[in-house]
């Protein structure tokens, strides 16, 4: 058996599972297909994680994390899974390559992904004015103008949040209604700083070292005007990373389903971070999953051999 605990993913959830596994004496090895670190390496500074009262970088953070794993022990291996199996011994995990390891139990961390809306300066100025997290940028754009693209209830729900630090937030949305429940919507009424613009698309993200705009175009007439705004945060949705894994453990969106210990169906077999079902994204309760996981995950491993040392 390569390893006592396998986790795939080495962003916050699986780092944190990675420093509560190799602490606890098991032999740990992740798995990351491009880097460690996650959704932080996306994020310039995170003002919001226990500790650093300045804030601190996202690959800052990262890259103390994964020390901190490697210091119990954790292994960091670059690979990418492409199908789990449930053995009499544990789990094989199939890899890209057509290699395979082997392990005692498997934490699934491989989080998800922003839907982006792939227009031209989304890219470019990312963490210069464009976010894809109110909670964690919202309180940067203190009396500024900010566009919200979404209409479903995590549009609605951080056009909320960030209407508190904004002098101003314009939710731009495709169609002529809202997708987010009754409840939200109300609450974007009763709102003095937040409008909307609805059939209507952004089409370009404005700017050179920060965003100083973007192109609406109107659904209906086609026609594009200029909007001035310092600040652009998109909610179109998440892609888990979770192609690879059975039909069993996830839900209707492809989310991963688990308990309050993180398991999931499959005994053995959990999930920690953004790639689980319900989960609040953020950095730290990703970790606070993968300590969890890491967790129950020793403890069924170690009553797994208790069992077999009783035959």
Known sequence: MDCDILIIGAGPAGLSAAIYAGRAGFQTIMLEKIGSGGQMMLTDKIDNYPGFPEGIAGFDLQNKMLLQAKKF??????????????????????LSDGKVMTAGSVIVAVGASHRTLGVPGETELANK?????????????????????????????EAIFIAKFAKEVTIVHRRDRFRAVHSLIKQVEATANIKTKMNATVEEICGTDSVTGVVLKDTVSGEKTDFETDGVFIFTGLLPATTFLPAEILDGQKY??????????????????????????????????????????????????????GK
Do not use: H
């Open 73 to 94: 022990g954790a292994k960091l291996v670059y690979a990418e899974v492409s199908e789990i199996k449930k053995t009499s011994e544990g789990f094989s995990v199939v």
């Open 256 to 309: 991963i389903v688990t308990n309050e210990k993180m398991e999931t169906a499959i005994a053995g077999l959990y999930a920690a971070g953004d790639a689980r079902s319900g989960a609040f994204r953020q950095v730290i309760c990703a970790a606070s999953d993968g300590a969890t996981a890491a967790n129950y995950a020793g403890e069924w491993l170690e009553a797994q051999r208790g069992n077999a040392y």
């Open 129 to 157: 004015g464009v976010s894809y997290c109110g909670t964690c940028d919202g309180p940067f754009f203190r009396a500024k103008k900010t566009v919200v693209v979404g209409g479903g209830d995590s549009a609605l729900t």
